[in-house]
């Protein structure tokens, strides 16, 4: 089965910029995280969506950022406009249950 | 809130050498305690996990004791190789989201 698949893989965008991050689940796992390593400290916790709802965004972190998942299956994130401090490794995971993450391979995102 | 601590690292190590990450917690009930991994290139994989006290989590030569009255989750390794130079993050979850340390980078030499 496929795995959790992100992309791009890699992005260098400058401040005030948009940037969009996508993250396919694997097919069927009806709840989706994102979370984010910000300056090689702890992994954190973003948000959390079952199907195309999101159930808790409690870790997002300022309105600049938005989320969102089309009909539950992709989901996307998207800052706008980027800061410095945005930069750092956002990864997505799927469950098919609130149990047994697979996690993708992360975006890395600079900003400059 | 619930919060990991893991020794910081990096850790730089000769092939064969003992292998130790020390992990602490703090959670307010009873949480599930998990070690991930995350090799050059790739996303993070789940090495071992532990649900309840006393548990041992084991998996490719890493092994974890789900030790409460220390509220620990240290990971070791008898004998390394070089393929596992890594960055490894101790995490526990009472619910569906996974609070994690901060990430110790694991580099062994041949």
């Known amino acids: 089965e496929a795995g959790v698949t992100q992309f791009p893989s890699h992005s260098v965008i400058e401040k005030g910029q948009t940037v969009t991050l996508r993250c396919d689940p694997i097919s069927g796992h009806d709840n989706l995280y994102w979370y984010r390593r910000v300056m090689g400290k702890e992994i954190k916790f973003l948000l959390h969506?079952?199907?195309?709802?999101?159930?808790?965004e409690s870790g997002m972190p300022n309105n600049r950022f938005l989320a969102e998942r089309t009909g539950g299956t992709y989901s996307t994130l998207k800052v706008q406009p980027a800061e410095l401090e945005d930069s750092g490794v956002y990864f997505c995971?799927?469950?098919?249950?609130?149990?047994?993450?697979?996690f993708g391979s992360g975006t890395r995102l600079t900003v400059v | 809130g619930d919060s990991v601590t893991q020794m910081e690292g990096p850790v730089t190590l000769s092939e064969e050498a003992f292998l130790t990450i020390n992990c602490t917690y703090t959670a307010t009930g009873y949480p599930s305690l998990f070690w991930y991994v995350q090799y050059p290139g790739e996303g993070l994989q789940l090495l071992l996990k532990?649900?309840?006290?006393?548990d041992k989590g084991s998996n490719k030569g890493f092994e974890a004791t789900y030790r409460k009255e220390t509220t620990s989750f240290h990971l070791e390794k008898g004998s390394v190789q070089v393929s596992d130079s890594a960055v490894y993050f101790c995490?526990?979850?009472?619910?569906?989201?996974?609070?994690f340390g901060a990430g110790t980078t694991v580099t062994v030499r041949a």
């Open positions: 969506f079952v199907k195309e709802s999101k159930q808790d």
């Open positions: 532990a649900t309840k006290a006393d």
């Open positions: 995490a526990l979850s009472d619910d569906y989201k996974l609070s």
């Open positions: 995971a799927s469950s098919p249950t609130t149990y047994g993450y697979t």
